[in-house]
């Protein structure tokens, strides 16, 4: 009894007794199993600040499950959604990449954004689909056509996920810079701080993101032959899925990509 109340949600503080064959419960998970929702034990919002981490994890059960959510636990991750900010970076980002690697990253994020709490954790993409109304959607579709590769047992790497995740705020902040490089770097720094976000993964987001307009106006080139145009190619596949254009038949397999013959060039008349 004294480890089950300890748990933080009552789907989790459930034991089963193997030789009576029966589920043993202090806490009120069975009913709320029964029932399909998420609920703490104890008050929620006592338990958020003992460890911030466990509104993640609600969001978590709530998307992977499609579970309901508790009212008094929905309030409470409203009420409390700053104490996220004090969690831990590392373990941070570790919960936002379960998310993304859940195949249920369409509902994850969206409750993180209903709830105010992707305005903590991601203020950069929190802020971009507040701003842009339907322009939002690409973000959504992505996420959407990322989980339906993860329940087909194809996930990508980490960098795939969040440059998937990121995709339409940074865009909009490298359109028109000089150096698209130099202002994506501007546009993780805060964000890198925050989660502590790998320096190889950041830097290999900039590349992955950078190239992805050439591939859009169809413009591989040379691209097709960088070790990153598997990780390039699948990031526009994604794209292209939630954009409702054509996917290119090499974007999830690069092993099909044909180079454009080159044209013959014109030999010069001699002169006579």
């Known amino acids: 009894h004294e480890d089950a109340i300890r748990r933080d949600f009552t789907i989790n503080g459930l034991f089963y007794d193997i030789e009576r064959d029966e589920v043993i419960d202090y806490v009120g998970g ?11 034990i104890g008050d929620p919002a006592i338990r958020f600040r003992e460890d911030p981490i466990r509104i993640l994890r609600a969001v978590k059960f709530c998307g992977r ?12 991750m409203i009420d409390q959604r700053q104490t996220v900010s004090r969690a831990s970076p590392p373990r941070t980002f ?16 969206y409750i993180l954004w209903d709830t105010g709490l992707l305005a903590v954790l991601v203020p950069e993409l929190a802020a971009y689909l507040d701003d842009v109304g339907e ?48 202002a994506f770097d501007a546009f993780v720094e805060d964000m890198a701080q925050r989660f502590t976000v790998p320096r190889r993964i950041r830097e290999r987001m900039r590349v992955l993101l950078s190239v992805q307009k050439r591939l ?18 699948f990031i526009h596949g994604i794209d292209c899925e939630a954009r409702g254009l054509p996917v290119p038949v090499w974007a999830y397999d690069v092993s099909r990509f044909v180079e454009p013959a080159e044209k013959p060039k014109k030999s010069k008349k001699p002169r006579e």
């Open 65 to 76: 499950l499609d579970l309901g959510i508790h009212p008094e636990l929905y309030d409470a």
């Open 94 to 109: 570790e919960e936002i990449l379960r998310l993304l690697r859940g195949g249920a990253a369409h509902r994850s994020f």
């Open 30 to 40: 069975v009913p709320d199993v029964r029932a399909r929702v998420v609920r703490t």
């Open 216 to 233: 859009r106006d169809g413009k591989v080139g040379n691209i097709a032959r960088r070790e990153f145009f598997g990780d390039a190619a």
């Open 135 to 182: 322009a939002a959607d690409l973000v959504w579709k992505r996420l959407f056509a990322l989980d339906r590769f993860v329940r087909d047992g194809r996930l990508p790497n980490d960098t795939i996920l969040l440059s998937l995740l990121l995709m339409s705020p940074a865009d909009e902040y490298m359109e028109g810079e000089r150096d698209p490089a130099v």
